[in-house]
């Protein structure tokens, strides 16, 4: 293996990066004049005036299951025992209208486009993600993996090939194509000596290398999940934006390691392949600034997902189970703060070199988005420039989205696709992830609530 200082950028420099990002955020501390369109509020309903009544009611009564914490932290136990109650079909027949209806686009390319094209005409866009993911003790065989890459060659496929495909993007999860076991050990032997990105980037071309630290088979391993990675990577090139899903910590710097190896060979003259970075983690800021050195010193142009992070409670208990010093910010507060913070690095990078940086802002928080809407005119970004777009998932916070995409600023759903079966764990899982801001959507509710009493009103009007 080779060593190298690639993934190590020099002190002065990240000192450097550093003072840029704590200037923006002390810009941005002080107050501006008011810049933004009032409707950035988020309190009109009219923004529902787009979905019909059956979707109306359809949200209302989800979002109110999802206010009660025991059915949202219970829900993957109560949904395996309804599934073994009402057997497969039962199952799917009470799913489907609800829940899954809310949560995923479909099944099949037929159902999945009825979706994404109602959703065109309301201006959001695509980020298909497929519902494929793994934590350790789940690792499945070299085939699986080979069936995944296959299931994500049609997702880039069915992201570019359609009507409604407009500068789509889609999600991808590593540990879909490489065991998490591996991403594990090389993140264990990168605290030790880091890897050579043109190393990895020769194997994700085919060529045979060696990995000092992995026996054979795991070597053999590695290779085989490279070439996977390089083979959507070489399909989705100039056509969908990949963004790489951030995942544990333990696994984490082995995730970055390989993305970078992706950038540093498909983002030379765009940003086709991004990293997702958590700043509820203590050192989300520094990670941010290394990303962005190496962007400027391997040459190739940055795509970040700026998130908060999902995995905060499972992080939390086993640094206490470990003894380590808890990874995460003491508070939600804190989170905030490292968010704004990394935004500021972000825009003001962007405001720079507006053709090297992108940055998808993933969140349902209003604040944060108000606070990018409000950097981006300081900065003079523009809109529609293309460096800047807003996500949220598909089904939750649509008052964010459609008044974003009203307002003229790129949306992005990220949209899960497959049975009912394929996805429930997905969901589960985004459930229980996200049971902070299900059980916190208390706004949308109120929203859709006055949208349905509008509509009421209107009827007995018409009905007089
Ligand atoms: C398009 C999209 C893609 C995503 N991709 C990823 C991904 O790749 N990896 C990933 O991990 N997540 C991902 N997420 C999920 C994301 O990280 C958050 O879990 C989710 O969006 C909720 O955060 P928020 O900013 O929307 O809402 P908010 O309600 O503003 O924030 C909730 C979040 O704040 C943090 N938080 C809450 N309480 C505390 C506390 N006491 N101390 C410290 N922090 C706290 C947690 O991160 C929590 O999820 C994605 C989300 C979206 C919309």
Redesign the pocket.
Same mark, same amino acid.
């Given at each position: 293996m080779m060593l190298c200082s690639n993934l190590r950028p020099s002190l002065p420099h990240l000192f450097s990066m550093r003072l840029l990002g704590t200037a923006a955020t002390r810009t941005a501390a002080v107050k501006q004049p008011e810049l933004l369109p009032a409707s950035l509020t988020f309190e009109d309903p009219s923004a529902f005036r787009v979905k019909s009544l059956g979707e109306l009611l359809r949200a209302l009564g989800v979002f109110r299951l999802c206010s009660f914490p025991v059915l949202v932290n219970n829900c993957g136990k109560m949904m395996t025992g309804a599934r073994i109650l009402l057997g497969r079909r039962g199952f799917s027949l009470l799913l489907r209208p609800t829940v899954y209806a809310q949560f995923v686009a479909g099944e099949n390319e037929k159902e999945i486009s009825q979706s994404m094209g109602k959703m065109s005409l309301l201006g959001l866009r695509p980020?298909l993600?497929v519902p494929i993911e793994e934590d350790l003790g789940e690792s499945t065989g070299e085939k699986r993996y080979d069936d995944n890459m296959e299931a994500m060659l049609e997702c880039v496929r069915m992201s570019h090939s359609n009507a409604w495909s407009k500068d789509p993007m889609m999600?991808l999860?590593i540990t879909a194509l490489l065991s998490p076991e591996l991403c594990v050990k090389l993140t264990t032997l990168l605290a030790c000596q880091p890897f050579d990105l043109s190393h990895l980037v020769r194997a994700l071309d085919g060529t045979m290398i060696t990995f000092p630290g992995l026996e054979e088979k795991e070597a053999v391993h590695f290779l085989c999940g490279l070439r996977r990675l390089n083979k959507i990577a070489e399909a989705s090139v100039n056509k969908v934006r990949v963004?790489?899903?951030? &995942?544990y910590t333990y696994m984490n710097p082995a995730l970055t390691l390989i993305t970078m190896a992706l950038m540093k060979k498909f983002n030379k003259d765009g940003a086709w392949i991004w990293n997702?970075y958590?700043?509820?983690l203590k050192e989300s800021r520094s990670l941010l600034l290394e990303a962005l050195h190496l962007s400027q010193t391997e040459g190739f142009c940055l795509g970040v997902?700026l998130?908060?992070?999902?995995?905060?409670d499972k992080e939390r208990k086993l640094a206490e189970k470990e003894g380590r010093v808890d990874p995460?910010?003491?508070?939600?507060?804190?989170?905030?703060k490292s968010?704004n913070g990394c935004l500021d690095v972000m825009l003001e990078a962007i405001s720079q070199k507006p053709d090297r940086y992108r940055i998808?802002v993933?969140?349902?928080?209003e &604040?944060?988005v108000r606070r990018a809407a409000e950097r981006m005119e300081e900065l003079g970004i523009d809109k529609d420039g293309g460096s800047v777009c807003f996500?949220?998932?598909l089904g939750?916070?649509d008052h964010v989205s459609l008044t974003l995409a009203k307002e003229g600023y790129p949306v992005?759903?990220?949209v899960p696709y497959g049975s009912v079966d394929d996805t429930l764990p997905y969901l589960v899982r985004?459930a229980q992830?996200?049971r902070?801001?299900l059980q916190?959507i208390r706004k949308e509710r109120d929203l859709l609530r006055q949208e349905l009493r509008y509509r009421m009103r209107l009827r007995g009007q018409k009905l007089t």
């Open positions: 980020m993600a999600q999860k963004l790489v899903d951030a &995942e997702t958590q700043c509820y997902k998130v908060r992070g999902a995995y905060m995460i910010h003491p508070s939600w507060e804190e989170t905030n968010y998808i993933a969140t349902h928080n &604040e944060s996500g949220q998932l939750m916070c992005y759903k990220s985004r992830e996200n902070t801001v916190g």
